[in-house]
């Protein structure tokens, strides 16, 4: 993805007979393809209504238990409800990416000259765009409750991006899953069976505290804990790095991991 574009994707200049007209020109094809079915009404049920659905389910489930507790909820379960809308963000690109290669237009791609890269690279990017509207859409719904920025400008730019980032990670993993497993119906089950017991086993709805105590060194030491802890330290005023750094370790690892894990499972797709 770092090639350089060649001359004849450069403004104003046409490709050479029989010339692939260059990653770029195949990047903004693929992009608003797979943009325009990501944000297609269906699309923007699964990563705006769905989200907002939740948030109220938990807000009348959860609210009165924490006030009592003095526990503000927009603060404590706002980054617990954008968590979760990313792991449907993921689920939902992979679900896509295994109904192109079960209908074969991921066939066709592979042997056409289109760039590889603009593949990858058009997919995560409109996984990223999903990431953004649903952090916007519940940060702004997270108000209403009682959520906010006390750090200032910088600590919510952070926030967004390490949202953005866990998208960006967990689509990594399940396009690996999607790109191995061939039949949807076992697909479907294998991304939607890892979700609720991250979410549960995770600081999401209860501190590491008060787990079972055999459970806690699991609960303080999952990813998704991890970046939940993250997001909000970097909302309230308690933004410390002991706070973040291992939310930011885990995204930076699990980027590392399934990138790599992604490639292979391609490259293995393509030389079927």
Not at 66 to 75: A, H, K, M, S, T
Not at 77 to 83: D, F, H, S
Not at 134 to 152: Q, S
Not at 154 to 164: R, T
């Amino acid at each position: 993805m770092s090639a350089a574009p060649d001359l004849a994707t450069r403004p104003g200049t046409q490709p050479a007979p029989g010339q692939p007209p260059g990653w770029r020109h195949d990047f903004e094809v693929l992009f608003d393809r797979v943009r325009a079915r990501s944000f297609s009404r269906g699309g923007l049920v699964a990563t705006v209504v769905q989200p907002l659905l939740f948030y109220a389910i938990f807000y009348c489930t959860f609210a009165g238990m924490l006030d009592e507790r003095g526990i503000g909820f927009g603060r404590f379960v706002t980054a617990t409800v954008l968590v979760q809308a990313l792991m449907f963000v993921a689920i939902g690109s992979a679900t896509e990416l295994s109904a192109d290669r079960t209908s074969g237009v991921f066939a066709r791609l592979l042997t056409s000259p289109v760039d590889m890269r603009a593949m990858s690279l058009a997919h995560l990017t409109v996984v990223a765009l999903q990431g953004l509207l649903c952090t916007v859409v519940i940060t702004l719904t997270g108000h209403l409750a009682g959520f906010r920025f006390d750090r200032g400008a910088l600590a919510a730019l952070g926030f967004v991006v390490v949202a953005v980032a866990f998208a960006v990670a967990l689509s990594l993993a399940t396009a690996t899953i999607a790109l191995r497993i061939g039949n949807a119906e076992a697909l479907s089950a294998v991304l939607h069976l890892p979700y609720l017991p991250l979410l549960v086993l995770s600081t999401g709805f209860v501190e590491a505290g008060l787990f079972p105590g055999w459970l806690q060194p699991i609960v303080a030491a999952s990813p998704v804990s991890g970046v939940i802890d993250t997001l909000r330290a970097l909302s309230t005023a308690e933004l410390t790095w002991s706070a973040t750094l291992p939310g930011l370790a885990w995204l930076v690892g699990l980027i590392a991991l399934f990138s790599w894990t992604t490639t292979a499972a391609f490259r293995k797709v393509a030389i079927r």
